[in-house]
């Protein structure tokens, strides 16, 4: 879990938004809930000094869960990754237990040897791209 003392308040609060848009959560438990029927796995960050968000993903998370969601501080700054993307962030990585990674909101992208754009799956909800359809 982040070191953060505010990630327990964070997940609630991106909660709380996902019903007011109209989604259907259940079985919300530790930072797992489940998310219009997608097993989802939420993860929170604060800003690093260089103005980004570190994250690790364990690599058991990516056998178990269909929508990774990366808050970055703020219920409103997130990513909603399914989990083939998260399996292709994971693969650029040489460990194999635990999958670490930085986002840069500025830009939508995520740092692992190089940058990924990630735009799509920005508040991604009500658009195309959304894992919750």
Not at 8 to 26: N, Q
Not at 73 to 78: F, I, S, T
Not at 126 to 132: D, E, G, K, T
Request: overall charge positive; hydrophobic content about 30%.
């Amino acid at each position: 879990m982040p070191r953060n003392p505010d990630w327990h308040k964070a997940i609630e609060r991106w909660i709380r938004f996902k019903k007011e848009e109209g989604s259907t959560i259940r079985d919300f438990k530790g930072n797992t809930c489940l998310v219009n029927g997608k097993k989802t796995n939420i993860h929170f960050a604060s800003p690093r000094k260089d103005g980004t968000f570190w994250f690790g993903i364990g690599s058991t998370q990516l056998e178990d869960v269909d929508v990774f969601v990366l808050l970055c501080e703020k219920a409103e700054n997130y990513y909603a990754v399914p989990r083939k993307i998260m399996e292709e962030i994971a693969s650029w990585r040489s460990s194999q237990n635990r999958y670490n990674f930085r986002i840069d909101i500025t830009n939508h992208e995520y740092i692992a040897h190089k940058r990924h754009r990630i735009r799509e799956y920005y508040q991604n909800n009500l658009n195309s791209h959304s894992p919750f359809r």
